[in-house]
């Protein structure tokens, strides 16, 4: 397949996630904040967004596993690594955190780019500081080693 009709692929499929989350209010903080403020005044609705993305993915996990590879590439590009490390857990914390504090998640700031709202463009700028900060740190870890870093 050509790189063309892989990048109209992955546009296609960019706008189609951009527009389940700005429909499904995913692009909204404080109906984030009201998602996870569970001991406060908590809005439930995101709870079918989550229950429809666990549904779809599922079905396609599934799906992709009856298949030897994906239409428009060689291979499925899933994770290598299964253990769950020091490493994972404070992602995933930090992660958690940045989301409950800012009521953005990556995928909805890019999204949410389109307004052009200040925080969402405060968000993505420290978005990409982090992952050039984390870039960095990896690659001075393999360097010192002399061992190539973990992906």
């Known amino acids: ?4 009709a892989r990048a109209l ?3 296609t499929a960019g706008l189609l996630f951009g527009l389940g989350l700005s429909l499904s209010g995913m692009l909204d903080p404080a109906r984030v904040r009201g998602f996870l403020d569970v001991a406060g005044a908590w809005d439930p609705s995101l709870v079918f ?3 429809g993305a666990v549904t779809v993915s599922g079905f396609g996990y599934a799906l992709s596993r009856r298949f030897g590879h994906p239409v428009l590439a060689d291979r499925f590009d899933l994770p290598q690594r299964r253990r769950i490390d020091a490493p994972l857990v404070l992602g995933a914390a930090l992660f958690g955190i940045g989301w409950g504090l800012s009521g953005f998640c990556p995928g909805p700031a890019v999204a949410a780019l389109s307004t052009g709202a200040r925080p969402v463009l405060v968000f993505v700028a420290a978005l990409l500081v982090g992952m ?3 870039d960095l740190l990896r690659n001075r870890e393999g360097a010192g080693t002399g061992a190539p870093a973990e992906p």
């Open 1 to 4: 397949m050509t790189g063309s």
């Open 9 to 11: 692929a992955a546009l």
């Open 49 to 51: 967004v989550l229950g």
């Open 132 to 134: 050039a900060a984390h």
